[in-house]
């Protein structure tokens, strides 16, 4: 195990409201990503962080936010939930940029009423 | 920009039939491949890696040679098992585009008793 937890693991809301995501990762890795999986779609990049306070938009950014206040912590918020963004939604980190493997945690699925 | 695709699944196989799940990429640099497998309710775990071109990956029996030529990176075993049921997908990071993989839209594959 690559040492990454994901919380919650499931939840579901309502649309409108605000939803936070929560990775945690034990490999102090400086790299951190949020993943979407979506069928017919494979995983799409929503953001990704290249260190404390460094984040970047990936393909699907839109209605997400991120932060990372600590090295081991990678929060995806979404600040008005829609039913389009019902989700797996996946964290990963890496040790180094890209090409550098990335490794996954569990997954939250996220149902949006 | 960059793409990945695999092969249209779902895939059903009997144990120890021969697979091969089919891959191909378009990468504007120098891109290094994986494949990731995915069980069921759990994250992507790295299969195999290659970093360059003619390189073979392989690991628990599954193998995939990096083929620039035909821009390739087909995933191939000999003998499948039952406990080889998942959901594979082909990915591509590419050093001309910062942190993001690429990823294909997953092949599910079932392996029948």
């Known amino acids: 195990d690559a040492g990454i937890t994901q919380s919650p693991r499931h939840k579901v809301t309502e649309t409108g409201t605000p939803v936070t995501l929560r990775c945690h990762q034990t490999?102090?890795?400086?790299?951190m990503y949020w993943y979407r999986q979506d069928p017919g779609h494979g995983l799409r990049l929503i953001h990704y962080?290249?260190?404390?306070?460094?984040?970047d938009k990936g393909e699907v950014s839109d209605g997400y936010s991120v932060s990372r206040s600590k090295t081991e912590d990678f929060l995806l918020t979404l600040e008005s939930a829609t039913s389009s963004q019902t989700s797996v939604y996946f964290c990963?980190?890496?040790?180094?940029?890209?090409?550098?493997?990335?490794?996954f945690g569990p997954g939250t699925r996220l149902t949006v009423l | 920009g960059d793409s990945v695709t695999q092969m249209e699944g779902p895939v059903t196989l009997s144990e120890e039939a021969f697979l091969t799940i089919n891959c191909t990429y378009t990468a504007t640099g120098y891109p290094s491949l994986f494949w990731y497998v995915q069980y069921p309710g759990e994250g992507l775990q790295l299969l195999l890696k290659a970093t360059k071109a003619d390189d073979k990956g392989s690991n628990k029996g599954f193998e995939a040679t990096y083929r620039k030529e035909t821009t390739s990176f087909h995933l191939e075993k000999g003998s499948v098992q039952v406990s080889d049921s998942a959901v594979y997908f082909c990915a591509l990071s590419d050093t001309n585009t910062g942190n993001q993989f690429y990823f294909g839209t997953g092949t599910s594959l079932t392996v029948i008793p």
């Open positions: 990963a980190i890496s040790e180094g940029l890209a090409p550098d493997t990335q490794y």
């Open positions: 962080s290249y260190g404390v306070k460094d984040t």
């Open positions: 490999e102090n890795h400086r790299y």
